[in-house]
């Protein structure tokens, strides 16, 4: 495009002077070809429904996955992958804005504001249960005070109580990643997400040789942070288990560049381009690059305390199970696919196996084909990364969920899709979305290796047409940003994908602060 060139001209000359080393012209030529002609939107034909697309686990078969999990925990198949490099500060949204907003007041002047403001009624609430949450006692010692005299802070310089969570010299918690907030409250303990889903992985991940892996991807800027405290975690474990973990950064080279509104390429104050994280759809890279062989992905805020992960531990095995139980028939099907006469196989058994228990239809123009056409298409469809994803009724809660997505080919697959890739101003895409009934927690269990034992390149199913347009300010510029296909969205687009319901108690994010009041935050 004639555009596009024109754009990339303007900067070719110069790029190692005003982008990262690890951004090169053919990104930001692709980039600004989504700009231009926007991303794709996704079809939905229908949502998931029981028995249309999401498989409700009958009783009677979970002792043959609990055992086939437990057979891959052994060998040392699993690891966990919790993408936390979020920062915390949207946590704690509601209490920054009324500091902002005032200079000072007092308990009761907050609890007369709460009745018509919900800011003010999440900052009361904070602070008349401030006892519950799990950095109680850091904020005493943080103010050198006792039971007594900080309650007397509370009901009169609560603001004080507030600044001593949120900024230095207090625990600073607005500039922490959520992985270092304490989130769960022990006898003898006081645990952040980071370590609760070490304690969590103890139950799942473990192997025979007492080994837990799991990797957790984090922002540069807390490295130090996340390095004391699993140094700390690991110095209390128990002797009998031995952690492996590791972490990453999302990669400056997935940045993606930010235009106006003309879709004319933006630079700095410093001659520099506008670069911008391009969403957590980048983290593919950071999974492809584990050499891992089952991985368990769970977002770092889905936490619950340990006396109510029981439930939780129990579909996580459960799902690595079905993952394994699929596994083993799609590598059986795969080697005769690969060793068989094209004119003698039999394919109406591997055909039934796709559409029953995969979702995998095939083309109009399959009946037509030569059994050895029959055999590279069930071949390559079957090739392909699985994953196995947990779906939870849809009980209000934000998020994407579980459709079928209308394909380039005709065909249908299974999609997890979020409502920000919609067109909403199409009222039949719009109903069908809003009939959806169950919603993605994240609770995802990955098979990255081939029937050969082979990574897959998880880059090339990534489907690169896809991904989120939006409105952003920086310094005053109105300008496009770019959020590259999410990572359970288009990033895995053409995975090999099975939809299982699971429980709602497998569900307990921690968005705002006040979530960590809830039931399954509390012993």
């Keep these: 495009m004639d555009f596009i060139e024109r754009e990339i001209k303007k900067i070719e000359k110069i790029l190692d002077k005003i982008v990262p080393d690890s951004v090169n012209l053919d990104t930001i030529r692709q980039q600004l070809k989504l700009f231009y002609t926007g991303v794709k939107t996704p079809i939905l034909d229908r949502p998931c429904t029981i028995s249309d697309g999401i498989i409700r686990i009958k009783p009677n078969e979970f002792d043959s996955l609990l055992k086939l999990h437990s057979e ?32 000072e007041l007092d308990l009761d002047s907050l609890n007369k504001l709460a009745k018509d403001n919900k800011n003010y009624k999440a900052v009361y609430d904070f602070l008349t249960n401030l006892s519950q949450f799990a950095f109680y006692d850091d904020i005493k010692k943080n103010l050198n005070l006792n039971d007594e005299e900080l309650s007397e802070n509370i009901s009169n310089k609560p603001f004080r109580i507030l600044k001593a969570l949120l900024f230095e010299p207090g625990l600073n918690y607005s500039s922490k990643p959520k992985g270092a907030i304490k989130f769960h409250k022990y006898n003898n303990e006081n645990r952040t997400a980071f370590e609760e889903h070490i304690y969590e992985s103890l139950n799942y991940v473990l192997d025979k040789n007492k080994q837990v892996k799991i990797h957790f991807t984090i922002s540069e800027e807390h490295k130090n942070l996340f390095t ?15 952690l492996i973990h590791s972490h990453s950064f999302q990669k400056k080279s997935t940045d993606t560049v930010a235009v106006n509104e003309n879709n004319e390429i933006l630079f700095d104050k410093d001659g520099k381009i506008i670069m911008r994280p391009a969403g957590h759809g980048a983290l593919i890279e950071n999974l492809n690059d584990l050499n891992a062989d089952i991985v368990i992905i769970k977002n770092i805020d889905n936490l619950s305390v340990e006396p ?28 005769i696919l690969d060793d068989c006469n094209p004119e003698t196989v039999v394919l109406d058994e591997i055909i039934s196996f796709c ?21 590279n298409y069930l071949y390559k469809k079957l090739n392909r990364p699985l994953r196995v994803c947990g779906m939870v009724k849809n009980e209000g809660e934000p998020g994407g969920g579980p459709f079928w997505v ?17 067109n909403l101003k199409d009222e039949q895409q719009k109903k069908i979305f809003t009939e959806s009934t169950h919603f993605n927690p994240v609770d995802l269990i990955c098979g990255l290796r081939d029937y050969k034992g082979n990574n897959f390149n998880l880059l090339n199913f990534i489907d690169h047409k896809s991904g989120i347009i939006t409105k952003k300010s920086k310094d005053g510029i109105q300008l496009k940003a770019l959020e590259l296909p999410g990572l359970w969205n288009g990033a895995m687009a053409d995975w090999i994908t ?26």
């Excluded at 891959?72 to 500091?99: C, H, N, T």
């Excluded at 559409?355 to 055999?375: A, L, P, Q």
């Design 355 to 375: 559409k029953d228990k995969i979702f995998i239809h095939t083309s109009d123009e399959f009946d037509s084909y030569s059994n050895t056409e029959k055999v």
């Design 308 to 335: 109510l992960s029981e439930e939780t531990i129990f579909y996580k095995k459960l799902l690595t199970g079905y993952l394994v139980q699929i596994q083993n028939q799609v590598f059986k099907y795969l080697k």
């Design 72 to 103: 891959a925990a052994e060998d040392g198949r699993l690891m966990k992958f919790v993408p936390a490099s979020g920062a915390a500060s949207r946590m704690f949204q509601k209490l920054i804005l009324v500091l902002n907003e005032n200079i």
């Design 228 to 242: 004391k405290i699993v140094d700390e975690f690991r110095a209390k474990l128990k002797k009998d288990f031995k």
């Design 406 to 422: 209308k394909e380039d080919d005709g065909t249908l697959s299974l999609q997890i899709v979020e409502q920000a890739q919609i």
């Design 498 to 523: 099975v939809f299982i319901e699971v429980h709602i108690s497998t569900f307990s994010p921690v968005k705002e602060i006040n979530d960590l009041l809830r039931r399954e935050h509390q012993n």
